[in-house]
């Protein structure tokens, strides 16, 4: 590589590294706490995930809505979410007399509430809120999504700065002197494993610009369908007006079509769309797919509890495919704790970047302030 371009680049690697240093160390911690996220909430808060008991008997989803109406004052529900595994509890959100969401987890059994908390007081709501907006909403979405791009570019930079000239450099390119000074162990730490880590973190940034930017959106699905379409996975309500009909059992007779049409066995999630457009969407998520997030979908209307459509998972485009593959991907839960594993040492190797690239910055000031 030309000897100029090559310092063009490291100069912009420098630059662009100290500007964006803060965000990407923000949000790669908050990123590797998000990878074992179930995990660390399950063992802050096990009443949201274990009942005390396995009954043999469930109440319906309708007593169980029916109990947060009258006990909690909540006026909307947004979402049910039911598990296959027996000794799981039902959690439901909803929007409460205050109108703030706030999650439930209800005992299937006994239709007894066994927890409850605010959805922005929940720790890993705060804890996405600082990944993805910095606490800063829109503004902060923008910061973190420009953030992620620099950040790509600092991963490609770097491997460009990394390469050795000749080739028998490469083995010394390829592991930490210990033994140097820390001067040496500290580049050594932030480029070798820069270089070990290279491929995950860029797929790990690569999908996070897919929350960012509308844009990279629409080209996963360019690329995917051959085609721009609009991002969209809702369907449209039917019924305009709602007729106000006698529902004893609505959201469990949904539940139970849902699990009619899909015979496996997977876990069931009700969205209940917060306009007066959309229909209800149901999703069956597939268990004995080993790739997490492979659901089919179910449209009832929400007002009379009719089923509009129904589409299985076999029939979504590949770019509907692609994009729930993204979230897995970029969590690292894709296959399972491997995945996982890999996913958080890498992270946490990311937020190590800013710090080591600072030390080496200052590391050159101090020696061309003695010149």
Known sequence: ?????????????????????????????????????????????????????????KKSLDYCINVLEKDYSIKKISRISTFNDPARTIVISGKNKDKESQIFSMDPYTGKVLGTVLQRERFFSIVLSLHRQLLLGDVGEIITGISCLIFVFMLISGLILWWPKKIKNLKQRLSVKWSGSFKRINWDFHSTFGFYS?????????????????????????????????????????????????????????????DSIFPYKGNIQIRIP???????????????????????????????????????????????????????????????????????LVTLFALTLPITGLIIWLGRKKKKSKV
């Open 1 to 57: 590589m030309n000897k100029k371009l090559k310092k063009s680049i490291g100069w912009l690697h420098l630059w662009l590294g100290l500007g964006s240093g803060l965000i990407v160390f923000i949000v790669a911690l908050t990123g590797s706490l998000m990878v074992f996220e179930k995990e660390i909430d399950q063992f802050i808060n096990p009443e949201f995930y274990t009942v005390t008991s396995i009954g043999t008997s």
């Open 198 to 258: 290279f491929i995950f973190l860029l797929i790990i940034s690569l999908t996070g610009l897919v929350w960012s930017f509308k844009w990279f959106e629409k080209g996963v699905y360019f690329m995917a369908d051959g085609a721009v379409k609009k991002v969209s996975l809702k369907v449209e309500n039917p019924t305009k007006t709602d007729p106000k009909l006698d529902h004893t059992a609505f959201y469990q007779n949904i539940y139970n079509s849902t």
């Open 274 to 344: 917060s306009d007066t457009i959309n229909s209800i969407q149901v999703l069956k998520e597939h268990l004995d797919i080993a790739i997490p997030d492979q659901s089919s979908a179910v449209y009832f209307d929400k007002y009379t509890g009719k089923n509009i459509e129904t589409r299985p998972y076999a029939a979504f485009s590949n770019g509907d495919k692609v994009k729930r593959l993204v979230y897995p991907i970029h969590t690292g839960s894709v296959f399972g704790y491997p995945t996982k594993i890999i996913a958080f």
